[in-house]
T-cell receptor, first 113, second 110 residues
Framework: TAGITQAPTSQILAAGRSMTLRCTQD?????MYWYRQDLGLGLRLIHY???????GKGEVPDGYSVSRANTDDFPLTLASAVPSQTSVYFC????????????FGPGTRLTVL | EDQVTQSPEALRLQEGESSSLNCSYT??????LFWYRQDPGKGPEFLFT???AGEEKEKERLKATLTKKESFLHITAPKPEDSATYLC???????????FGTGTSLTVIP
């Protein structure tokens, strides 16, 4: 079972450019999440989705947007990247009927220059 | 505001030397407290969920406990393969957000 896949694995992006980070899960989980992980700050929630068609803002949503057209996919878009968005991005999913433990993808390392 | 503090930031143990990691939290109604293991360059891997004070969970050399203000991850007779960063997270009943601590980096020396 693949679980959660993320693409790309890593990316170098020029400031001002846009980019979409992809996340796909095959566990049929209803909830999905995007986090960024920065040294000394831990994992911080960017956006989440409780079910297909709905999204919500997390702790650090500015500069990011998400969509949830179906159960499996939850892309994260940076419309105009800035250097402070350099980070490692993790996608996660959970089945809210199963005690909410989250399963994480392998991450995308993004560098904005 | 919901908050999680983990200590120590880093811990070095000799193989077989037992110890505990601490996770202190403040949350407006605890829905769940979660422990994860993260290896370098990888995503966090789920270990345990605890729901109420007094609850304990065990898995191999790891045992997680919970009180109303903190959780401990006890590591008994650790092995080098237990070296990783251990993350704690809480979720309150008030929303969908999970709040993570910054983790404890554990190194077990052979």
């Amino acid at each position: 079972t693949a679980g959660i896949t993320q693409a790309p694995t890593s990316q170098i992006l020029a400031a001002g450019r846009s980019m979409t980070l992809r996340c796909t899960q095959d566990m049929r989980h209803n909830a999905m999440y995007w986090y960024r992980q920065d040294l000394g700050l831990g994992l911080r929630l960017i956006h989440y989705s409780n079910t297909a068609g709905t999204t919500g803002k997390g702790e650090v949503p500015d500069g990011y947007s998400v969509s949830r057209a179906n159960t499996d996919d939850f892309p994260l878009t940076l419309a105009s990247a800035v250097p402070s968005q350099t980070s490692v991005y993790f996608c996660a999913s959970s089945d809210q009927s199963s005690y909410n433990e989250q399963f994480f993808g392998p991450g995308t390392r993004l560098t904005v220059l | 505001e919901d908050q999680v503090t983990q200590s120590p930031e880093a811990l070095r143990l000799q193989e077989g030397e037992s110890s505990s990691l601490n996770c202190s939290y403040t949350v407006s109604g605890l829905r769940g407290l979660f422990w994860y293991r993260q290896d370098p360059g990888k995503g966090p891997e789920f270990l345990f969920t605890l729901y109420s004070a007094g609850e304990e969970k065990e898995k191999e050399r790891l045992k997680a406990t919970l009180t109303k203000k903190e959780s401990f991850l006890h590591i008994t007779a650790p092995k080098p393969e237990d070296s990783a960063t251990y993350l704690c997270a809480v979720q309150g009943w008030s929303g969908n957000q999970f709040y993570f601590g910054t983790g404890t980096s554990l190194t077990v020396i052979p």
